[in-house]
């Protein structure tokens, strides 16, 4: 069996980052690697997802994922190996690709954890299906691999294993249990006017000022609608309407990305968006505005039996090891949905990749999606690598 070195695996991923669904270059690379192994993977899955079973006699069945997507960032990291790749992202716009989130790591841990775990067969007896699945940034490519009949395809799982990197020191692994991670939703909404020139306001109906006012009050919905004990997120991060500055569009439209820790939070977030929109719209005598709602992610939450079996795995295997039992941040993720859609319970958790000597110098640690987000890859590949065999051993019989 020949492999190539995991670090070199990591860096060619890491410079051919690939947007949600396009994954192309990336699911050949892990496909390649697999058959390396010796494994036969299933390729396409869900689009772009890949999946690769190892039997080994009888006994319990482990997913363990990665998630495959970079994101629409221009790299400013300076590595060598940083990345200049380049795509169209879903609105036809050719932009800059980074994996600014750390997918590149958790391919690379999954692969390294086969290796290990195949290297070591004669010490354990069950089934492991590595899922290397697309899309999670836009929160859609579980849902794709479960509609693409994953569940059927692959041994059932007793367990789904996986793990994010973490802006925190190398070495520190922390694992929660119960709600983990934050459910998520996305809205792009259109304030509808009718447009005209500059100089003559009184003869349109402004969506600018309507979406404007909307921007600032939707600030509001967290500050004055969500109870203190109850954290919510509403985001506003994009805004397009216009041509030139003596030009008032018909349209403006704006994207918002909300964040709730509970379903009864979410939905409450959800109505008062839409509330503000629709009465900002007419109060600027505009027709109703157009809302679309991009399914987002549920709350994820850990096993808190798994969890326990896991943080027991991984005593003394890495060097810091974290019990969370609470909402670690207001991130989201759609791992979940493998495990809901296999029954099966799932332990999720986030693995340290930070130089440890930023922390200690008090100096700005750049966290994921940030442009300058650049794990210490050598010293965080094995710690991950270490996780993902300790917890998938811990069922395996």
């Known amino acids: 069996m020949t492999t190539l070195p995991l670090f070199d695996i990591y860096r060619d991923l890491h410079a051919h980052p690939e947007l949600a669904f396009a994954e192309h270059r990336t699911a050949g690379v892990v496909a390649d690697h697999l058959r390396s192994l010796g494994l036969e993977p299933t390729t396409g899955v869900g689009g772009t997802g890949v999946v690769a079973v190892l039997e080994n006699a009888a006994g319990p069945v482990v997913w363990l994922r990665a998630d495959m997507d970079g994101l629409p960032v221009e790299e400013r990291t300076g590595l060598a190996y940083a990345s ?11 932009t800059r690709t980074m994996h600014a989130c750390g997918h590149d790591l958790h391919m690379t841990w999954l692969l390294g954890a086969l290796e290990r775990l195949i290297a070591t067969r004669d010490s354990w007896a069950g089934t492991v299906v590595a899922v290397f699945q697309p899309a999670e940034e836009v ?6 691999m479960v509609d693409d009949d994953l569940v059927d395809r692959v041994p059932r799982p007793d367990v789904v294993l996986g793990q994010h990197t973490a802006p925190e020191p190398v070495g520190r692994v922390t694992v929660g249990s119960g709600p983990v991670m934050a459910a998520s939703d996305r809205f792009t909404i259109t304030f509808r ?6 100089s003559a306001p009184q003869t349109t109906r402004d969506p600018v000022v309507a979406a404007a006012s909307a921007v600032v009050r939707l600030q509001s919905v967290v500050a004055r609608e969500v109870g203190p004990r109850q954290a919510a997120v509403v985001t506003v991060g994009s805004i397009h309407g216009g041509t030139r500055a003596n030009i008032i569009p018909d349209e403006v439209t704006i994207e918002v990305s909300t964040r709730a820790q509970t379903d009864d939070t979410r939905h409450q977030v959800e109505q008062a968006v839409r509330r503000i929109v629709a009465a900002e719209s007419a109060a600027g005598g505009l027709d109703e505005p157009l809302v679309r709602v991009r399914p987002g992610a549920n709350v994820l939450v850990n096993d808190a039996d798994a969890a326990g079996r896991v943080l027991a795995a991984l005593e003394g295997v890495v060097p810091s090891l974290v019990a969370g039992d609470s909402v670690l941040g207001m991130a989201s993720e759609d791992v979940g949905d493998l495990a809901t859609a296999a029954e099966a319970p799932i332990v999720y958790w986030f693995t340290g990749t930070t130089d440890p000597a930023l922390f200690a110098d008090g100096a700005e640690v750049p966290t994921n999606h940030s442009p300058f987000f650049a794990p210490l890859a050598e010293a ?18």
């Open 193 to 198: 006017g009718r447009g005209g020139h500059g």
């Open 380 to 397: 965080s590949i094995p710690v991950g690598v270490d996780a993902f065999v300790a917890a998938t051993r811990a069922w395996l019989a």
């Open 139 to 144: 929160i859609g490519g579980a849902r794709a």
């Open 84 to 94: 200049v790749h380049t795509a169209v992202d879903e609105d036809g716009s050719e």
